[in-house]
């Protein structure tokens, strides 16, 4: 199957620092990456979809200033939490589509 | 609400005992994935149907999917310990790339 691959699994950051979060397909090429974050015990929310050498589309509510996606290859994309604050503290999913999604491991960012 | 939902929300049962989860959704679809997620763990893929088949089987897992009604199940048969996770129904709409997720079912299995 199509492999995701998601780096840093886990991060802890201070407040007002930025922290970027790298989303691979390793076996295969992706226009379209989407990026998912989830609060304990509540469902993946989507926050916006990546798209390959054009800008991302974010969904109603998600701030683009506050998270910046660069999808600047078929197999990489980037998620930027800028000036994180202890309230951007989630989990942070990245899928790319082979017919079915495919997601990556997940991100744990911990704002102190 | 959300695309896929669904139910029950939680479900607790005995080792070797089989567990049944359902997800409805609401518009069109390509197909439907499922995925377990242990707690504070990314999504683990379990298996996807496709809009034009019925019934799908992996190992103890099997997936049912009736378009008519807009629902599937997945079943687990001869639970264990280790199946104790959140599971999720994702589905793949024909007219978007994204696949938008239920709330899950937690599951439990006791020893």
């Known amino acids: 199957g199509a492999v995701v691959s998601q780096h840093p699994s886990w991060v802890i950051c201070k407040s007002g620092t930025s922290v970027k979060i790298e989303c691979r397909s390793l076996d295969f090429q992706a226009t379209t990456m989407f990026w998912y974050r989830q609060f304990p015990k509540q469902s993946l929310m989507l926050m916006a979809t990546s798209n390959e050498g054009s800008k991302a589309t974010y969904e109603q509510g998600v701030e683009k200033d506050k998270f910046l996606i660069n999808h600047a290859s078929l197999t990489l994309s980037t998620l930027t939490v800028t000036s994180a604050h202890p309230e951007d503290s989630s989990f942070y999913i990245c899928s790319a589509r082979v017919e079915a999604q495919y997601f990556g491991a997940g991100t744990r960012l911990s704002v102190l | 609400s959300q695309q896929g939902e669904e139910d029950p929300q939680a479900l607790s049962i005995q080792e070797g005992e089989n567990a049944t989860m359902n997800c409805s959704y609401k518009?069109?679809?390509?197909?439907l994935q499922w995925y377990r997620q242990n707690s504070g763990r990314g999504l683990v893929h379990l298996i996807l149907?496709?809009?034009?088949?019925r019934e799908k089987h992996s190992g103890r897992l099997r997936v049912t999917l009736d378009t008519s009604k807009k629902s599937s199940s997945l079943l687990i048969t001869a639970s264990r310990a280790a199946d104790t996770a959140s599971y999720f129904c994702?589905?793949?709409?024909?007219?978007?790339?994204?696949?938008?997720f239920g709330d899950g079912t937690t599951l439990t299995v006791k020893p």
């Open positions: 149907i496709r809009s034009n088949e």
């Open positions: 994702a589905t793949g709409n024909t007219n978007a790339g994204k696949s938008t």
């Open positions: 518009t069109s679809i390509n197909n």
